[in-house]
């Protein structure tokens, strides 16, 4: 007797069976102890893991049971059970054991159907106008959707879209030409962003008046730009001519004639006031002090007591220098 199928390592069906008379072999046995093997897939028969027991002697009687067991159902394919009891004809039943859930009322407990109810969120698609349904009318199914409808990029009927005229945001409107035409974009507005290129001529805006003069520059745009000097108080740069006059004090290379100008100095030999005496002191680190220290160490007099190495202006008494040396009697340097 084939009966109903077991899923695969499931406990959540015993394996039925019916004892009947063997005297009669029509009254129901009650109170027998069946001796119950089984067959996994043709296998050798062998007592199942599953607890043997009466089902309701009074109520049901006759019929035994096998407890659900994940080892008695653990291979695909038919499942044999062979009972004998004394006083009882041997009942055999088969079990196909199956890799779905026959006790699934949703998807039979297959991996690859949605466990939800069709139409539903997470259910699969039905067809027809409602919600969560789809309308393949003429091949297609003609939907309006949003931005969360779907994910990734939208196939486009671009035969259709090259035929129409498209208003965009931004002032931008494309005709209804081919997509290869010359004449795509007849108006632009404000373009965000950049540009990439241009192949047609661009047609810019007049210039007004005085658009690149001090009239038409704002004042406050040139602060920090350099001296632009584009106030009333702006004034003339010299020429060459008076760039020379003011450095050589005369315009002529070959005639300078007044006294003490660089060009007069040049001119004859550099006599220009070298010829005022050197004052015996001077302020320290000035061009006078280089001439002092250096008529003292050349002509002037000096004195040397122990260490000390005193250097005196003309005049013999001004001391110009005092040195320290490193020695007295043999010195290398000074200090």
């Keep these: 007797m084939i009966s109903y199928p077991?899923?695969?390592s499931s406990t959540a069906q015993p394996l039925l069976f019916l004892l009947i008379s063997s005297t009669d072999h029509t009254t129901p046995v009650t109170g027998a102890t069946p001796?119950?093997?089984?067959?996994?897939?043709g296998a050798a028969g062998a007592p199942p893991s599953g607890a043997v027991s009466e089902v309701d002697a009074t109520n049901m009687p006759g019929w035994y049971k096998v407890a659900g067991n994940a080892t008695d159902s653990s291979t695909l394919g038919?499942?044999?059970?062979?009972?004998?009891a004394a006083g009882a004809d041997p009942c055999d039943v088969l079990y196909p054991v199956?890799?779905?859930?026959?006790?699934?009322?949703?998807?039979?407990?297959?991996?690859?159907?949605?466990?939800?109810?069709?139409?539903?969120?997470?259910?699969?698609?039905?067809?027809g106008t409602g919600a969560g349904q789809i309308n393949p009318s003429s091949g297609k199914a003609p939907a309006t959707l949003v931005s969360t409808?779907?994910?990734?990029?939208?196939?486009?009927?671009?035969?259709t879209i090259k035929?129409?005229?498209?208003?965009?945001?931004?002032?931008?409107?494309?005709?209804?030409?081919?997509?290869?035409?010359?004449?795509?974009?007849?108006?632009?507005g404000a373009v965000a962003g950049s540009v990439a290129s241009v192949t047609a001529a661009v047609?810019?805006?007049s210039m007004p008046p005085n658009w690149i003069t001090a009239a038409g520059i704002a004042s406050s745009a040139l602060n920090g730009k350099g001296d632009w000097l584009l106030d009333s108080g702006y004034t003339t740069p010299p020429t060459a001519a008076a760039v020379a006059t003011a450095i050589w004090t005369d315009t002529a290379s070959g005639d300078f004639s007044v006294s003490n100008s660089p060009g007069y100095a040049v001119k004859n030999g550099l006599p220009i006031l070298l010829t005022q005496a050197v004052p015996t002191s001077n302020?320290?680190?000035?061009?006078?002090?280089?001439?002092?220290?250096?008529?003292?160490?050349?002509?002037?007099?000096?004195?040397?007591?122990?260490?000390?190495?005193?250097?005196?202006a003309g005049d013999g008494t001004t001391i110009v220098r005092t040195f320290t040396l490193d020695s007295a009697t043999a010195p290398t340097q000074r200090f």
């Excluded at 690859?112 to 997470?122: D, F, Y």
């Excluded at 035929?163 to 632009?188: F, K, M």
Aim: some cysteine; charged content about 10%.
């Design 163 to 188: 035929t129409q005229a498209v208003t965009c945001s931004g002032g931008v409107t494309v005709p209804a030409a081919t997509l290869a035409s010359t004449t795509n974009i007849t108006t632009v």
């Design 6 to 8: 077991i899923k695969q």
């Design 149 to 159: 409808d779907v994910t990734g990029n939208l196939p486009a009927d671009i035969q």
């Design 98 to 127: 199956v890799a779905f859930d026959p006790q699934a009322a949703t998807n039979l407990g297959l991996s690859s159907l949605p466990t939800a109810n069709p139409a539903a969120a997470g259910g699969m698609l039905t067809v």
């Design 203 to 205: 047609t810019l805006p």
């Design 283 to 312: 302020t320290p680190q000035t061009v006078g002090d280089s001439l002092n220290a250096a008529r003292a160490q050349g002509f002037g007099k000096w004195t040397l007591v122990g260490t000390a190495l005193t250097l005196y």
């Design 78 to 84: 038919p499942l044999i059970l062979h009972a004998t």
């Design 35 to 41: 001796t119950v093997k089984i067959s996994k897939a």
